[in-house]
């Protein structure tokens, strides 16, 4: 156990230069300082008893000893990521001369396709016909949402000054800070209409399109709570979330369109490598309807 003590005074270093100094959320306060203490843990295992014994070959055994566990690619990397900033302080400390970390492969994990909601589900999901405001409120959300394909945050964040409803068009500050303008549709003008004569009713202190109960601008939470729970009433299959009508967006449009550039233009994406995963979602498509009505594809089957 006397191994452990010089090491993890290092790693209680690190966390405070991370809560102090960096400012980081507790969250990953809290994730750094849980990743460290198995590693610390498995490092003293290996007789050592400072980091500056630390080798590649020892880190390679540490990713080997978390495979053995079962961990899963997500979260090795997320350990792997912990030792390695943990390390690169101890370089600007200058306690190591290199970070014995870096080189050392992170495993990937495998990338999930995007779920997304059939056109039909999203007429049933949008088809909110009631009088009462926060109802009129989320549809117009909803059809914002679909209709741009905006990002959560984009959401909320929309001002009064952002919109230009006789143009169709909204403005918005994605990742980086980029601003960029998107046409939004006339359904979703509609809605706007209908919301912005019922949301002087609700005090608002701002000037955020979305508002909450209190006038104030909806919070991300409520907005995912409120999504929810229209799904369950609408009687759509999957869980509704906010993200899953950003997707629903790309793949209707990549369907429609075939203009990955366009696409990604819309969605605000850096790189075109992100949007492309939305042709893997396009080919499941065209594959299903291959299987079903090309003849060669019947036949294989019982």
Known sequence: MN???????????????????????????????????????????????????????????????????????????????????????????????????????????????????????????????????????????????YGAGLRLSELVGIDLRHLDLEAGEVWVTGKGSKERRLPIGRTAVEWIEKWLTLRAGFAPDGDALFISKEGKRISVRNVQKRFAEWGVKQGVSSHVHPHKLRHSFA???????????AVQELLGHASLSTTQIYTHLDFQHLASVYDEAHPRAKRGKS
């Open 3 to 145: 191994t452990i003590v010089p090491l993890q005074a290092a790693v209680d270093g690190f966390l405070r230069y991370v809560q102090v100094e960096r400012q980081l959320s507790p969250l990953t306060h809290e994730n750094y300082a849980r990743q460290l203490a198995v590693l610390t843990e498995q490092v003293s295992e290996m007789n050592i008893t400072d980091w500056t014994q630390l080798e590649p070959m020892h880190v390679r055994s540490l990713a080997a000893k978390g495979r053995r566990a079962g961990l899963q690619p997500a979260s090795l990397a997320l350990r792997l990521s912990a030792l390695r900033s943990f390390l690169d302080w101890l370089v600007s400390q200058g306690v190591l001369k290199a970070n014995p970390a870096k080189g050392i492969a992170t495993p990937r994990a495998p990338r999930h396709l995007p779920k997304n909601i059939d056109v039909d589900e999203v007429n049933q999901l949008l088809s909110i016909d009631q009088n009462d405001p926060l109802a009129v409120r989320d549809r117009a959300m909803m059809e914002v949402m």
């Open 251 to 261: 793949t209707h449009m990549l369907e429609s369109s075939g203009d990955l550039r």
